[in-house]
């Protein structure tokens, strides 16, 4: 499974960016797709995870400002995110968890980061 992550940048803060994170591979099943970042330093946080079922999950210092979608068809997840922040300034992964065509258990996979830089 590969993971395209695309739309990071810079932006000043309160404007918005959109990520995307397109997968592709002998995907037979998606069970979540989320994102993930990381700040100069070890900690990888989580900032907002999907399920197949459309359930979703935010870190709170991002609730209210960011919004995680997914479209099934074409296995791809999307983070818009709004109102951000310097705080929000991070290398951005996307992450999910897959099964593949001939049967075995979901497997988690690590796409790229993207950075993203938010000005103050």
């Known amino acids: 499974v590969q993971l395209q992550a695309s739309g990071g940048g810079l932006v000043q803060a309160g404007g918005f960016l959109r990520l995307s994170c397109a997968a592709s591979g002998s995907i037979f099943s998606i069970n979540v797709m989320g994102w993930y970042r990381q700040a100069p330093g070890p900690q990888r946080e989580l900032v907002a995870v999907i399920t197949s079922g459309g359930s979703t999950n935010y870190a709170d210092s991002v609730k209210g400002r960011f919004t995680i979608s997914r479209d099934s068809a074409k296995n791809t997840a999307y983070l818009q995110m709004n109102s951000l922040k310097p705080e929000d300034t991070a290398v951005y992964y996307c992450?999910?968890?897959?099964?593949?065509?001939?049967?075995?258990?979901?497997?988690?996979?690590w796409g790229q980061g993207t950075l993203v830089t938010v000005s103050s």
């Open positions: 992450s999910g968890e897959f099964q593949l065509y001939g049967g075995g258990p979901y497997s988690r996979y």
